[in-house]
T-cell receptor
Framework: DADVTQTPRNRITKTGKRIMLECSQTKGHDRMYWYRQDPGLGLRLIYYSFDVKDINKGEISDGYSVSRQAQAKFSLSLESAIPNQTALYFC???????????FGDGTRLSIL | DQQVKQNSPSLSVQEGRISILNCDYTNSMFDYFLWYKKYPAEGPTFLISISSIKDKNEDGRFTVFLNKSAKHLSLHIVPSQPGDSAVYFCAASPYYGQNFVFGPGTRLSVLP
């Protein structure tokens, strides 16, 4: 079983819809992250959480929200999806901020 | 403005030869660097790291070199194997635990 699991793996939806991407981990790490990957831009940080009560905005948080339901679960929501949010989304975990992160296999999201 | 740059979007190398992937950064506060490898339909996986107290770190076929004065690091793969074909991301962080900034990635193709 994967240590960091993202669901769904693929999603196609329409502009204006509310979307939730889910991430769960079995690594026992306190820190969790959401990134998006776009061609030519690498991975950009959307939100990160140091623990259940600590959530922080990343570089590109506008249009997104998150919820840390438990140490093991961190979900990303798009309240009203727009086409430029079409991207590959990754969840990651780490022991500490300066330690290597462990990534899920990604969610490919297409917004029409 | 990208703080971490990988100016070669792609690189092709013959099997058995050396692959050299380059990364440049602009923030002089960056003190800790990672390389990740990503296969299609999978998340990035950690490959090797280096901190500013070193100028070289080696792990098997992979060696990372850091030139702090030039704000440049490189990943050497010797000898290159077809299984090394992937996208490689460079990431940088200040050592006091802040989040990593990722480069846009370089796609390496190792030809048999």
């Amino acid at each position: 079983d994967a240590d960091v699991t993202q669901t769904p793996r693929n999603r196609i939806t329409k502009t204006g819809k509310r979307i939730m991407l889910e991430c769960s981990q079995t690594k026992g790490h306190d820190r969790m992250y959401w990134y998006r990957q776009d061609p030519g831009l690498g991975l950009r940080l959307i939100y990160y959480s140091f623990d259940v009560k600590d959530i922080n905005k990343g570089e590109i948080s506008d249009g997104y929200s998150v919820s840390r339901q438990a140490q093991a679960k961190f979900s990303l929501s798009l309240e009203s999806a727009i086409p430029n949010q079409t991207a590959l989304y990754f969840c990651a975990t780490s022991v500490a901020g300066d330690q290597p992160q462990h990534f899920g296999d990604g969610t490919r999201l297409s917004i029409l | 403005d990208q703080q971490v740059k990988q100016n070669s979007p792609s690189l092709s190398v013959q099997e058995g030869r050396i692959s050299i992937l380059n990364c440049d950064y602009t923030n002089s506060m960056f003190d800790y660097f990672l390389w990740y490898k990503k296969y299609p339909a999978e998340g990035p996986t950690f490959l090797i790291s280096i901190s500013s107290i070193k100028d070289k770190n080696e792990d098997g076929r992979f060696t990372v070199f850091l030139n702090k004065s030039a704000k440049h690091l490189s990943l050497h793969i010797v000898p290159s194997q077809p299984g090394d074909s992937a996208v490689y991301f460079c990431a940088a962080s200040p050592y006091y635990g802040q989040n990593f900034v990722f480069g846009p990635g370089t796609r390496l193709s190792v030809l048999p």
